[in-house]
Protein backbone atom coordinates (compact mmCIF):
# COMPACT_ATOMS: atom_id res chain seq x y z
CA UNK A 1 0.00 0.00 0.00
CA UNK A 2 1.23 3.31 -1.20
CA UNK A 3 1.67 6.03 1.85
CA UNK A 4 -0.97 8.10 0.14
CA UNK A 5 -3.95 7.39 -1.38
CA UNK A 6 -7.17 9.25 -2.44
CA UNK A 7 -10.90 8.47 -1.90
CA UNK A 8 -12.34 9.88 -4.95
CA UNK A 9 -16.32 10.81 -5.46
CA UNK A 10 -17.12 9.68 -2.42
CA UNK A 11 -20.55 10.57 -0.94
CA UNK A 12 -21.34 11.99 2.82
CA UNK A 13 -25.12 10.38 3.86
CA UNK A 14 -25.89 14.05 3.35
CA UNK A 15 -25.54 13.41 -0.20
CA UNK A 16 -22.02 15.97 -0.76
CA UNK A 17 -19.45 14.12 -2.69
CA UNK A 18 -16.09 14.82 -1.63
CA UNK A 19 -12.47 13.41 -1.94
CA UNK A 20 -10.77 12.10 1.01
CA UNK A 21 -6.85 12.03 0.75
CA UNK A 22 -5.21 9.80 3.43
CA UNK A 23 -1.28 9.86 3.91
CA UNK A 24 0.29 8.27 6.66
CA UNK A 25 -2.55 6.51 7.82
CA UNK A 26 -4.12 9.94 8.77
CA UNK A 27 -6.79 12.26 6.83
CA UNK A 28 -4.55 14.69 5.52
CA UNK A 29 -7.29 16.22 2.93
CA UNK A 30 -11.26 16.55 2.64
CA UNK A 31 -12.15 18.11 -0.53
CA UNK A 32 -14.17 18.92 -3.39
CA UNK A 33 -14.91 15.77 -5.35
CA UNK A 34 -12.48 16.06 -8.00
CA UNK A 35 -9.68 18.10 -6.39
CA UNK A 36 -7.98 15.19 -4.26
CA UNK A 37 -4.21 14.69 -5.55
CA UNK A 38 -2.11 11.82 -5.05
CA UNK A 39 -0.38 9.12 -7.03
CA UNK A 40 -2.92 6.01 -6.35
CA UNK A 41 -6.83 6.97 -6.81
CA UNK A 42 -9.96 4.52 -5.68
CA UNK A 43 -12.85 5.81 -7.55
CA UNK A 44 -15.90 5.04 -5.45
CA UNK A 45 -18.59 7.01 -7.39
CA UNK A 46 -21.92 6.08 -5.89
CA UNK A 47 -20.58 4.84 -2.21
CA UNK A 48 -20.93 6.54 0.54
CA UNK A 49 -18.34 7.12 3.07
CA UNK A 50 -19.17 7.39 6.73
CA UNK A 51 -16.52 8.13 10.05
CA UNK A 52 -15.67 4.12 10.88
CA UNK A 53 -18.42 2.05 12.31
CA UNK A 54 -18.47 1.48 15.75
CA UNK A 55 -20.11 -1.80 17.36
CA UNK A 56 -20.56 -1.03 20.84
CA UNK A 57 -21.59 -5.01 21.55
CA UNK A 58 -19.68 -8.34 20.17
CA UNK A 59 -18.30 -10.98 21.22
CA UNK A 60 -14.22 -11.13 20.57
CA UNK A 61 -12.84 -13.40 22.87
CA UNK A 62 -13.06 -16.59 20.08
CA UNK A 63 -12.04 -19.50 22.53
CA UNK A 64 -15.11 -18.84 24.42
CA UNK A 65 -18.20 -20.63 23.14
CA UNK A 66 -20.66 -19.80 21.94
CA UNK A 67 -20.25 -16.03 22.42
CA UNK A 68 -16.78 -15.87 20.87
CA UNK A 69 -15.24 -15.37 17.45
CA UNK A 70 -12.15 -13.81 15.22
CA UNK A 71 -11.86 -9.95 16.06
CA UNK A 72 -11.68 -8.95 12.23
CA UNK A 73 -14.35 -11.23 11.31
CA UNK A 74 -16.63 -8.82 13.36
CA UNK A 75 -15.13 -6.05 12.80
CA UNK A 76 -13.20 -4.70 9.64
CA UNK A 77 -15.09 -7.33 7.85
CA UNK A 78 -18.22 -5.94 8.32
CA UNK A 79 -17.49 -3.05 7.72
CA UNK A 80 -16.26 -2.07 11.43
CA UNK A 81 -13.58 -0.50 12.55
CA UNK A 82 -14.18 -0.10 16.01
CA UNK A 83 -15.31 -2.73 18.31
CA UNK A 84 -16.21 -3.36 22.09
CA UNK A 85 -16.26 -6.42 23.39
CA UNK A 86 -19.47 -6.86 25.76
CA UNK A 87 -17.97 -8.44 28.66
CA UNK A 88 -16.24 -11.71 27.04
CA UNK A 89 -13.75 -11.71 29.34
CA UNK A 90 -13.88 -10.81 33.44
CA UNK A 91 -10.66 -10.35 35.56
CA UNK A 92 -9.41 -14.29 35.10
CA UNK A 93 -8.77 -13.59 30.94
CA UNK A 94 -9.01 -10.26 30.10
CA UNK A 95 -5.32 -9.42 29.48
CA UNK A 96 -5.97 -11.92 27.01
CA UNK A 97 -7.90 -10.25 25.30
CA UNK A 98 -5.93 -7.09 25.47
CA UNK A 99 -3.23 -9.05 24.15
CA UNK A 100 -5.32 -10.26 21.28
CA UNK A 101 -5.49 -6.50 20.03
CA UNK A 102 -1.94 -6.66 18.81
CA UNK A 103 -2.89 -9.57 15.50
CA UNK A 104 -6.21 -7.53 14.83
CA UNK A 105 -6.87 -4.39 11.99
CA UNK A 106 -10.10 -3.69 13.62
CA UNK A 107 -9.78 -1.14 17.03
CA UNK A 108 -10.81 -3.20 19.98
CA UNK A 109 -12.10 -1.70 23.65
CA UNK A 110 -14.33 -4.06 26.09
CA UNK A 111 -16.36 -4.09 28.58
CA UNK A 112 -15.42 -6.06 31.95
CA UNK A 113 -17.48 -8.75 33.26
CA UNK A 114 -17.79 -8.43 36.64
CA UNK A 115 -17.61 -11.88 36.92
CA UNK A 116 -14.13 -13.28 37.16
CA UNK A 117 -14.94 -16.00 34.97
CA UNK A 118 -16.49 -13.98 31.92
CA UNK A 119 -18.52 -15.88 29.06
CA UNK A 120 -16.22 -18.84 29.75
CA UNK A 121 -19.83 -20.22 31.45
CA UNK A 122 -23.27 -18.96 30.44
CA UNK A 123 -24.51 -18.74 33.90
CA UNK A 124 -21.33 -16.50 35.03
CA UNK A 125 -23.25 -15.05 37.84
CA UNK A 126 -25.12 -17.66 39.58
CA UNK A 127 -22.30 -18.19 41.98
CA UNK A 128 -21.40 -14.99 43.87
CA UNK A 129 -18.07 -15.83 45.00
CA UNK A 130 -16.81 -15.40 41.23
CA UNK A 131 -17.32 -11.71 41.39
CA UNK A 132 -14.30 -10.83 43.29
CA UNK A 133 -14.14 -6.83 43.54
CA UNK A 134 -10.64 -6.38 44.20
CA UNK A 135 -9.96 -8.46 41.16
CA UNK A 136 -12.20 -6.27 39.00
CA UNK A 137 -10.95 -3.09 40.69
CA UNK A 138 -7.22 -4.22 39.62
CA UNK A 139 -7.85 -5.11 36.18
CA UNK A 140 -10.18 -2.06 35.61
CA UNK A 141 -7.09 0.22 36.72
CA UNK A 142 -4.30 -2.11 34.82
CA UNK A 143 -6.40 -1.87 31.51
CA UNK A 144 -7.62 1.46 31.29
CA UNK A 145 -6.93 2.06 28.12
CA UNK A 146 -9.14 -0.51 26.90
CA UNK A 147 -11.95 -1.17 29.20
CA UNK A 148 -14.64 1.26 28.91
CA UNK A 149 -17.10 -0.37 31.31
CA UNK A 150 -18.52 -3.31 33.69
CA UNK A 151 -20.54 -5.45 32.11
CA UNK A 152 -23.34 -7.04 33.90
CA UNK A 153 -25.68 -9.82 32.77
CA UNK A 154 -28.83 -9.90 34.60
CA UNK A 155 -31.08 -12.33 33.35
CA UNK A 156 -32.76 -15.25 34.88
CA UNK A 157 -30.21 -18.18 32.94
CA UNK A 158 -26.66 -15.89 33.88
CA UNK A 159 -28.10 -15.29 37.46
CA UNK A 160 -29.86 -18.35 38.63
CA UNK A 161 -30.40 -17.75 42.13
CA UNK A 162 -28.52 -14.59 42.66
CA UNK A 163 -31.42 -12.47 41.82
CA UNK A 164 -30.55 -9.06 41.63
CA UNK A 165 -27.55 -8.88 44.08
CA UNK A 166 -24.93 -8.79 41.09
CA UNK A 167 -26.57 -5.79 40.08
CA UNK A 168 -26.35 -4.18 43.28
CA UNK A 169 -22.42 -5.56 43.96
CA UNK A 170 -21.71 -4.10 40.33
CA UNK A 171 -23.44 -0.90 40.78
CA UNK A 172 -20.75 -0.58 43.94
CA UNK A 173 -17.87 -1.37 42.17
CA UNK A 174 -18.82 0.88 39.62
CA UNK A 175 -19.07 3.80 41.95
CA UNK A 176 -15.45 3.01 43.18
CA UNK A 177 -13.86 2.63 39.53
CA UNK A 178 -15.82 5.73 38.11
CA UNK A 179 -16.82 3.36 35.41
CA UNK A 180 -19.60 3.03 33.66
CA UNK A 181 -22.26 -0.42 33.50
CA UNK A 182 -23.82 -1.98 30.39
CA UNK A 183 -26.48 -4.19 31.29
CA UNK A 184 -28.01 -7.33 29.66
CA UNK A 185 -31.81 -7.13 30.47
CA UNK A 186 -33.52 -10.51 29.51
CA UNK A 187 -35.82 -12.89 31.04
CA UNK A 188 -37.21 -12.79 34.71
CA UNK A 189 -36.33 -13.20 37.08
CA UNK A 190 -35.27 -10.37 38.54
CA UNK A 191 -37.97 -8.20 36.67
CA UNK A 192 -36.98 -5.42 34.75
CA UNK A 193 -39.02 -3.37 37.38
CA UNK A 194 -36.10 -4.41 39.77
CA UNK A 195 -33.48 -4.23 37.40
CA UNK A 196 -33.89 -0.55 36.09
CA UNK A 197 -33.81 1.43 38.74
CA UNK A 198 -30.89 0.95 39.63
CA UNK A 199 -29.04 2.29 36.28
CA UNK A 200 -27.87 5.88 36.19
CA UNK A 201 -26.73 8.45 33.17
CA UNK A 202 -24.25 6.88 31.07
CA UNK A 203 -25.17 3.14 32.01
CA UNK A 204 -26.09 1.19 28.78
CA UNK A 205 -29.05 -1.35 28.72
CA UNK A 206 -28.14 -3.81 25.95
CA UNK A 207 -30.98 -5.69 24.18
CA UNK A 208 -34.00 -3.08 24.28
CA UNK A 209 -35.56 -3.86 21.76
CA UNK A 210 -35.99 -7.51 23.10
CA UNK A 211 -39.45 -9.31 22.60
CA UNK A 212 -39.40 -11.45 25.69
CA UNK A 213 -41.20 -11.78 28.62
CA UNK A 214 -39.83 -9.34 30.49
CA UNK A 215 -39.22 -6.22 28.27
CA UNK A 216 -39.62 -2.72 28.33
CA UNK A 217 -43.03 -2.50 26.69
CA UNK A 218 -46.53 -3.43 27.51
CA UNK A 219 -48.30 -6.24 25.66
CA UNK A 220 -50.03 -3.02 24.08
CA UNK A 221 -46.69 -1.52 22.55
CA UNK A 222 -46.33 1.24 25.52
CA UNK A 223 -42.92 1.70 26.68
CA UNK A 224 -42.98 1.21 30.72
CA UNK A 225 -42.80 3.81 32.89
CA UNK A 226 -39.39 2.46 34.46
CA UNK A 227 -38.14 2.96 30.80
CA UNK A 228 -39.13 6.83 30.79
CA UNK A 229 -37.89 7.34 33.91
CA UNK A 230 -34.30 5.99 32.53
CA UNK A 231 -34.18 7.81 29.88
CA UNK A 232 -35.07 10.87 31.35
CA UNK A 233 -31.91 9.90 33.57
CA UNK A 234 -29.46 10.14 30.80
CA UNK A 235 -29.45 5.86 30.77
CA UNK A 236 -27.97 5.01 26.77
CA UNK A 237 -30.09 2.88 25.00
CA UNK A 238 -28.03 -0.35 22.98
CA UNK A 239 -29.54 -2.39 20.61
CA UNK A 240 -27.36 -5.79 20.87
CA UNK A 241 -29.61 -7.67 18.02
CA UNK A 242 -27.93 -11.04 19.47
CA UNK A 243 -29.30 -14.81 18.65
CA UNK A 244 -32.30 -13.62 20.51
CA UNK A 245 -33.16 -9.48 21.68
CA UNK A 246 -34.33 -8.02 18.71
CA UNK A 247 -38.21 -7.70 17.56
CA UNK A 248 -39.28 -5.77 15.20
CA UNK A 249 -43.18 -5.76 17.59
CA UNK A 250 -40.80 -4.09 20.00
CA UNK A 251 -38.68 -2.08 17.55
CA UNK A 252 -41.84 -0.86 15.86
CA UNK A 253 -43.39 -0.04 19.21
CA UNK A 254 -40.48 1.99 19.92
CA UNK A 255 -40.29 4.35 16.90
CA UNK A 256 -44.07 5.02 17.45
CA UNK A 257 -42.79 6.32 20.68
CA UNK A 258 -40.33 8.20 19.98
CA UNK A 259 -37.73 6.32 21.63
CA UNK A 260 -34.81 8.02 20.61
CA UNK A 261 -32.43 5.35 18.63
CA UNK A 262 -29.33 5.97 20.49
CA UNK A 263 -26.41 3.08 19.65
CA UNK A 264 -27.07 0.08 16.83
CA UNK A 265 -25.00 -2.77 17.75
CA UNK A 266 -24.98 -6.92 16.60
CA UNK A 267 -24.12 -8.96 19.67
CA UNK A 268 -21.94 -10.93 16.68
CA UNK A 269 -20.58 -13.21 17.75
CA UNK A 270 -19.66 -17.12 15.51
CA UNK A 271 -23.21 -18.73 15.73
CA UNK A 272 -25.71 -15.63 15.04
CA UNK A 273 -23.19 -14.61 12.45
CA UNK A 274 -23.28 -17.81 9.99
CA UNK A 275 -26.67 -18.63 10.81
CA UNK A 276 -28.59 -15.33 12.13
CA UNK A 277 -30.65 -13.60 12.34
CA UNK A 278 -27.67 -11.30 12.69
CA UNK A 279 -25.56 -12.59 9.69
CA UNK A 280 -23.39 -8.74 9.49
CA UNK A 281 -23.83 -5.44 10.78
CA UNK A 282 -24.75 -4.04 7.42
CA UNK A 283 -28.28 -6.17 7.78
CA UNK A 284 -29.01 -4.95 11.33
CA UNK A 285 -28.64 -1.66 10.07
CA UNK A 286 -30.80 -1.97 7.20
CA UNK A 287 -33.62 -3.07 9.90
CA UNK A 288 -33.35 0.34 11.03
CA UNK A 289 -33.95 1.64 8.03
CA UNK A 290 -36.74 -0.47 7.21
CA UNK A 291 -38.31 0.93 10.58
CA UNK A 292 -37.99 4.25 9.16
CA UNK A 293 -35.37 5.84 10.49
CA UNK A 294 -33.26 7.93 7.48
CA UNK A 295 -29.95 6.82 6.35
CA UNK A 296 -28.78 9.81 8.78
CA UNK A 297 -30.01 8.56 11.93
CA UNK A 298 -28.68 5.33 11.38
CA UNK A 299 -25.45 5.92 10.62
CA UNK A 300 -25.34 8.34 13.59
CA UNK A 301 -26.17 4.87 15.54
CA UNK A 302 -22.78 3.36 14.73
CA UNK A 303 -20.61 6.22 14.25
CA UNK A 304 -21.05 9.67 16.72
CA UNK A 305 -23.33 8.28 18.89
CA UNK A 306 -21.34 5.81 19.69
CA UNK A 307 -18.61 8.04 19.48
CA UNK A 308 -19.59 10.14 21.95
CA UNK A 309 -20.52 7.75 24.67
CA UNK A 310 -16.77 6.00 24.65
CA UNK A 311 -15.67 10.30 25.06
CA UNK A 312 -13.81 9.34 22.11
CA UNK A 313 -15.10 11.59 19.32
CA UNK A 314 -12.51 11.60 17.26
CA UNK A 315 -13.38 8.18 16.47
CA UNK A 316 -16.88 9.55 15.23
CA UNK A 317 -15.79 12.39 12.84
CA UNK A 318 -14.18 12.92 9.35
CA UNK A 319 -11.18 15.57 10.17
CA UNK A 320 -7.79 16.39 9.02
CA UNK A 321 -4.96 15.09 11.16
CA UNK A 322 -6.98 12.19 12.67
CA UNK A 323 -5.94 8.91 11.76
CA UNK A 324 -8.56 7.49 9.55
CA UNK A 325 -11.02 5.00 10.23
CA UNK A 326 -14.06 4.91 7.45
CA UNK A 327 -16.28 3.00 5.99
CA UNK A 328 -17.61 2.87 2.61
CA UNK A 329 -21.00 1.28 1.65
CA UNK A 330 -23.87 1.36 -0.94
CA UNK A 331 -27.88 1.33 -0.31
CA UNK A 332 -28.64 -0.52 -2.64
CA UNK A 333 -32.98 -1.10 -3.88
CA UNK A 334 -33.16 -4.52 -3.97
CA UNK A 335 -35.90 -6.10 -2.27
CA UNK A 336 -34.87 -9.02 1.00
CA UNK A 337 -36.91 -10.24 3.28
CA UNK A 338 -35.22 -9.34 6.87
CA UNK A 339 -35.53 -11.39 10.07
CA UNK A 340 -35.55 -10.89 13.77
CA UNK A 341 -34.97 -12.92 17.41
CA UNK A 342 -38.47 -13.89 16.95
CA UNK A 343 -38.31 -15.33 13.25
CA UNK A 344 -40.77 -12.71 12.58
CA UNK A 345 -40.28 -11.11 8.77
CA UNK A 346 -40.20 -7.95 6.86
CA UNK A 347 -39.47 -7.38 3.80
CA UNK A 348 -37.21 -4.37 3.09
CA UNK A 349 -36.74 -2.63 0.06
CA UNK A 350 -33.63 -0.69 0.74
CA UNK A 351 -30.34 -2.45 1.94
CA UNK A 352 -27.36 -1.33 3.15
CA UNK A 353 -24.26 -2.77 1.73
CA UNK A 354 -20.47 -3.09 2.95
CA UNK A 355 -17.86 -2.25 0.43
CA UNK A 356 -14.57 -1.75 2.38
CA UNK A 357 -12.88 0.22 4.84
CA UNK A 358 -9.93 2.54 6.24
CA UNK A 359 -8.66 1.19 9.11
CA UNK A 360 -6.12 3.01 10.85
CA UNK A 361 -4.56 4.62 7.59
CA UNK A 362 -5.31 0.81 5.62
CA UNK A 363 -7.79 0.39 3.32
CA UNK A 364 -9.40 -3.18 3.18
CA UNK A 365 -12.14 -3.94 0.66
CA UNK A 366 -14.83 -6.71 1.76
ZN1 LIG B 1 -23.66 -10.23 24.23
Not at 14 to 25: F, M, P, Y
Not at 72 to 97: F, N
Not at 103 to 112: E, I, M, P, S
Not at 113 to 135: A, H, Y
Amino acid sequence: MEKQFVLRNVKRVSGEAIDIVIKDGKIAEVTKAGNGHGQLVFDYSGVYVSSGWIDLHVHAFPEFDPYGDEIDEIGVKQGVTTIVDAGSCGADRIADLVTSREQAKTNLFAFLNISRIGLKRVDELSNMEWIDKEKVIQAAKKYQDVIVGLKARISSSVVRNSGIEPLRVARTISHKTSLPLMVHIGSAPPSIEEVIPLLERNDVITHYLNGKENNLFSDKGEPLQVLMDAIERGVHLDVGHGTASFSFKVAEAAKQHHIGLNTISTDIYRGNRLNGPVYSMANVLSKFLYLGYSLEEVIAAVTTHAANWLKKPELGRIKVGDIANLTLFTVQNNPVTLIDSEEDKRVAERTIETKGVVANGELIEC
